[in-house]
């Protein structure tokens, strides 16, 4: 079945402690991008990759960083979490970037840092 | 900011009525897309309609664009209380921007 894993489902952490969400696709997808959502902020986007070895910043990328050494994984790494970085994470993909193609996302992980 | 901005921020309606979503944006775009998000999930891609486009169906959705408005519907005929969502509208733009969403419609279909 096509789709776009993200572990965990959920996570609670405190300030300061490295944190990584993993996301992995299994549709051969050149792009993949990383997005948090909030209340009354919708989605913003963190940063996203439009094939291996190539990330961009997105709208708010402060406080992540990402890698792509393989095309299908992108994983979503948090150096020092902050209680600002609590919110639902979502990992998307797509096959010929986001142009042309419709973004598939995963299930989401909420994380939580106190 | 590109954002797009769906209205109303929240709708509710009978089991059997249609529902109708609206999407603004601000600068040209090359295509459109509609995305539903049952409360907590990912979301799912219902509809892309393309500059050059007016209007496309897809079973219960009807999707239009009035690019000299900026604007786009959706509407969803004799809704259910399965369609229970939040509707977001990404919008794309030119080069390899990337998709711009914005705040979402939160519909409640009332059985």
């Known amino acids: 079945e096509a789709q776009v894993t993200q572990n965990p489902r959920y996570l609670i952490t405190v300030t300061g402690k490295k944190l990584t969400v993993t996301c992995s696709q299994n549709m051969n997808h050149e792009y993949m991008s990383w997005y948090r959502q909030d209340p009354g902020l919708g989605l913003r986007q963190i940063y996203y990759s439009m094939n291996v070895e190539v990330t961009d910043k997105g709208d708010v990328p402060e406080g992540y960083k990402v890698s792509r050494k393989e095309k299908r994984n992108f994983p979503l790494i948090l150096e020092s979490p902050s209680p600002n970085q609590t919110s639902l994470y979502f990992c998307a993909s797509s096959s010929l970037g986001t142009l042309k193609s419709p973004l598939h996302f995963g299930n989401g992980t909420r994380l939580t840092v106190t | 900011s590109q954002q797009g901005e769906e209205d109303p921020q929240a709708l509710s309606i009978q089991e059997g009525e249609n529902a109708t979503m609206n999407c603004s944006y601000k600068?040209?775009?090359?295509?459109l897309q509609w995305y539903r998000q049952n409360s907590g999930r990912g979301l799912v891609h219902l509809i892309l309609i393309r500059s050059n486009e007016r209007e496309k169906h897809s079973g219960r959705l009807r999707v239009t664009l009035d690019t000299s408005k900026k604007s786009s519907s959706l509407l969803i005929t004799a809704s259910r209380a399965a369609d229970t969502a939040s509707y977001f509208c990404a919008t794309a733009h030119s080069g390899n921007t990337p998709l711009v969403f914005g705040k979402g419609t939160r519909l409640s279909v009332i059985a």
């Open positions: 600068t040209s775009i090359n295509n």
